[in-house]
T-cell receptor
């Protein structure tokens, strides 16, 4: 079965600094990879997804992620953090032949003024 | 169009009771998935329904069950509640399945006392 590991349960950055949230996956078949964001007392919102094709994926709110098969990674980045980016971020993996979704433990992003 | 709605938003139950949670997907979406979110275990996949059929089930005991109606609305039921069932239960809908774009509802916060 597939799995996801998010490195760092808490990440703190200054406003305007680079955001880097790390995600490594394990899958015996080609993975579908996702980043979701959760704001307090809300459900999850899809930021971006990788299925096939271009390995650099652009999402909403200026976020992007790069699928690196050799490193089994799918790290999320944003060049310049905003205060509104403070939230919990989840990396997830699914596969075409196994219709379920496995989430990482989440990374809480704090943005300091 | 309207998003995913979940009712009720908050619920307090006593050990041994049972509970039913409801989820109304986005119009036109035929796949509904349920997730349990707790601080200790994170986000865990419960099950997914598509066109009234359960297509996949996570690793939860038989006390957790669900169903989907012909209008794609879904319910999940937990019988013989335990303290450890206290969690945020999230419902997500998508056009065809969990590996495609999922839209999450705000969740139902269940507290078992």
């Amino acid at each position: 079965a597939q799995s996801v590991t998010q490195l760092g349960s808490h990440v703190s950055v200054s406003e305007g600094a680079l955001v880097l949230l790390r995600c490594n996956y394990s899958s015996s078949v080609p993975p579908y990879l996702f980043w979701y964001v959760q704001y307090p007392n809300q459900g999850l919102q899809l930021l971006l997804k990788y299925t096939t094709g271009a390995t650099l994926v652009k999402g909403i709110n200026g976020f992007e992620a790069e699928f690196k098969k050799s490193e089994t990674s799918f790290h999320l980045t944003k060049p310049s953090a905003h205060m509104s980016d403070a939230a919990e971020y989840f990396c997830a993996v699914g596969t075409y032949n196994n219709n379920d979704m496995r989430f990482g433990a989440g990374t809480r992003l704090t943005v300091k003024p | 169009k309207a998003g995913v709605t979940q009712t009720p938003r908050y619920l307090i139950k006593t050990r041994g009771q049972q509970v039913t949670l409801s989820c109304s997907p986005i119009s036109g979406h035929r796949s509904v998935s349920w997730y349990q979110q707790t601080p200790g275990q994170g986000l865990q996949f419960l099950f997914e329904y598509f066109s009234e059929t359960q297509r996949n089930k996570g690793n939860f005991p038989g006390r957790f069950s669900g169903r989907q109606f012909s209008n794609s609305r879904s319910e999940m039921n937990v019988s013989t509640l335990e303290l450890g069932d206290s969690a945020l239960y999230l419902c997500a809908s998508s056009l065809t399945g969990v590996i495609y774009e999922q839209y999450f509802g705000p969740g139902t916060r269940l507290t078992v006392t």
